[in-house]
């Protein structure tokens, strides 16, 4: 749960561990400068971002076959495996 508050508090109250639960705006003169979280939070942050950056990729591969079958240029499930055969020789 995201909390805002103004630099002096959060100057006094985020040095102490056990009152730090993340994810605290800190302003100045009511505007936004930083946002502070935990490394746990953060680290969750880079695996959903990690998470759809490969769901887009996936995506992506997945309308470059579909594309490619419609223009006739699919493979049948034996070709497949014969170039996949060839190429472990």
Do not use: H
């Not at 705006?25 to 490394?39: D, H, M, P, S």
């Not at 998470?51 to 995506?59: D, G, H, P, S, V």
Request: cysteine-free.
């Amino acid at each position: 749960m995201s909390q805002t508050m103004p630099q002096k508090i959060a100057r006094d109250s985020l040095g102490n561990a056990t009152t730090f639960e993340g994810g605290v705006y800190v302003t100045k003169n009511g505007v936004a400068e930083l946002f502070i979280q935990t490394v746990a939070e953060r680290e969750a942050e880079l695996r959903e971002i990690e998470q759809e950056k490969n769901i887009n990729a996936l995506f992506k591969l997945s309308m470059q076959a579909k594309k490619e079958i419609a223009e006739g240029n699919g493979m049948t499930p034996e070709e497949v495996l014969e170039r996949l055969r060839a190429a472990r020789r």
